[in-house]
C-alpha cells in the first residue's frame, strides 16, 4: 500500500490522492466551480506521478476521469468570461449535457475502481523519476521547437502546452523550482482559452450570429500564438 510520506529515495503519492478524493464530493455538488478545476488538477498530477513510476495501470481511467472534468471546466470558463446571448444559452445546454456525463462518471463502478488500485501502488523510487523526467524534458524541448515557426499549427501549441504540464508536475514531484516553468504553462493556458472559446463557438448553432465575436478571437489567437512563441523560444532555444 501507498506510504503517505515522502522519503529521499522515494516519493509517494498520498498528498494529490488525497485532494483528489477531497474533492469528488464538491465536484458531484456542482456549487462550486472550483471543486472540477482540482479534480482535473489532482488527476493530471497522479498521472505524472505513474508516468514517472513507468506504470501504465491506471493511467487511463485517470485520464478519462480528467476528460469528464475539463468538458465541464471549459464550459465554466467560457460561459463565465462574458460571451453573446446566443452563445451564452447554448453553452448553459451544453454544460448541463457535460455535467451530467461528469456526475455519471463520479457515480461509477470505474471511479471506485480506480481509487481502489491507488490502494496498491508503491512510492515511487526518485532515482527513476529523475531519468523519466529528464525523457519528458526532451520531448518539451523538442515539441516547442515545432512551434517556433510562424506557421506552427494551434495543434502544436497544444501539444507543448501538455508535455509542458507534464514537465512542471514532474518536478514538482521532484521538489524543484515551477517558477519559470509555470509561467509558460500560464502563456499557454491563455492561448489554449482562447482557442476552445473559438472551437465552442464554430460548433454552437447560432454560429452565424457570432461573426463579429469569432473575428475577435482570431485576432486573440494571433497575438496570444505570437506572444507564446517568442516566450517558448527564450526558455527552449538554448537548450541542447
Not at 36 to 49: G, I, K, P, S, T
Not at 158 to 181: F, P
Not at 185 to 211: F, I, K, M, W
Not at 231 to 238: K, Q, T, V
Request: net charge positive; with cysteine.
Amino acid at each position: 500500500m501507498v506510504s503517505p510520506q515522502n522519503s529521499d529515495d522515494e516519493i509517494a503519492p498520498a498528498r494529490w490522492l488525497e485532494h483528489l478524493t477531497n474533492h469528488l464530493g464538491v465536484a458531484r455538488n456542482g456549487e462550486d466551480h472550483e471543486g472540477v478545476h482540482q479534480l482535473r488538477v489532482a488527476a493530471a498530477r497522479l498521472e505524472v506521478f505513474l508516468r514517472l513510476a513507468g506504470r501504465r495501470c491506471l493511467r487511463d481511467d485517470l485520464r478519462w476521469l480528467r476528460e469528464r472534468a475539463s468538458a465541464v471546466r471549459d464550459l465554466d470558463v467560457l460561459g463565465a468570461s462574458g460571451v453573446p446571448a446566443p452563445l451564452a444559452a447554448w453553452l448553459a445546454d451544453e454544460r448541463t449535457v457535460a455535467r451530467a456525463g461528469l456526475v455519471e462518471a463520479l457515480e461509477s463502478s470505474r471511479l471506485r475502481a480506480l481509487l481502489e488500485g491507488w490502494r496498491w501502488v508503491p512510492a515511487l523510487r526518485r532515482v527513476d523519476a529523475v531519468e523519466r523526467r529528464e525523457q519528458i524534458a526532451r520531448r518539451t524541448t523538442k515539441r516547442a521547437r515545432r512551434t517556433f515557426d510562424a506557421s506552427a499549427s494551434l495543434e502544436a501549441f497544444h501539444d507543448v502546452r501538455r508535455s509542458l504540464r507534464r514537465l512542471r508536475y514532474a518536478d514538482e514531484w521532484l521538489g524543484r523550482d515551477v517558477g519559470e516553468l509555470k509561467a509558460l504553462q500560464e502563456t499557454l493556458g491563455l492561448l489554449n482559452d482562447v482557442a476552445v472559446a473559438y472551437r465552442l463557438a464554430s460548433e454552437c448553432p447560432h454560429s452565424a450570429e457570432l461573426s463579429d465575436y469569432l473575428g475577435g478571437l482570431t485576432r486573440e489567437l494571433d497575438r496570444r500564438a505570437a506572444r507564446a512563441r517568442i516566450e517558448l523560444r527564450r526558455r527552449f532555444e538554448r537548450e541542447p
